[in-house]
Nanobody, 113 residues
Framework: VQLVESGGGMVQPGGSLRLSCAAS????????MRWVRQAPGKGPEWVSQ????????SYADSVKGRFTISRDNAKNMLYLQMNSLEPEDTALYYC???????RGQGTQVTVSS
């Protein structure tokens, strides 16, 4: 199993980023997926989750209305569109394979003016 995130970077408050997670080594369409973030000095925070088909999604209250999770099972890709970014969104973001211990290394998002 391999999960590789990309798309992070530094952005000003109010800006947008799109994170990607490339999955391989397993049947991607058979697993729900999750985005989790961890800010410096804090524990992991669940951000969003998506079902195997993408029909069902859920979000943490802190990102609801600003972030959108999606997936492309044909490409084995998971995405997180992040809009209206706030300094509080600064964290290492990583994708997680539901009901397993597999996760990626993460991609850093920094929101700062």
């Amino acid at each position: 199993v391999q999960l590789v995130e990309s798309g992070g970077g530094m952005v000003q408050p109010g800006g947008s980023l799109r994170l990607s997670c490339a999955a391989s080594g397993f049947t991607f369409s058979s697993y729900g997926m999750r985005w989790v973030r961890q800010a410096p000095g804090k524990g992991p925070e669940w951000v969003s989750q998506i079902s195997t088909t993408g029909d069902f999604t859920s979000y943490a209250d802190s990102v609801k209305g600003r972030f959108t999770i999606s997936r492309d099972n044909a490409k084995n890709m998971l995405y997180l569109q992040m809009n209206s970014l706030e300094p509080e969104d600064t964290a290492l973001y990583y994708c997680v394979l539901l009901n397993t211990d597999y996760r990626g290394q993460g991609t850093q998002v920094t929101v700062s003016s």
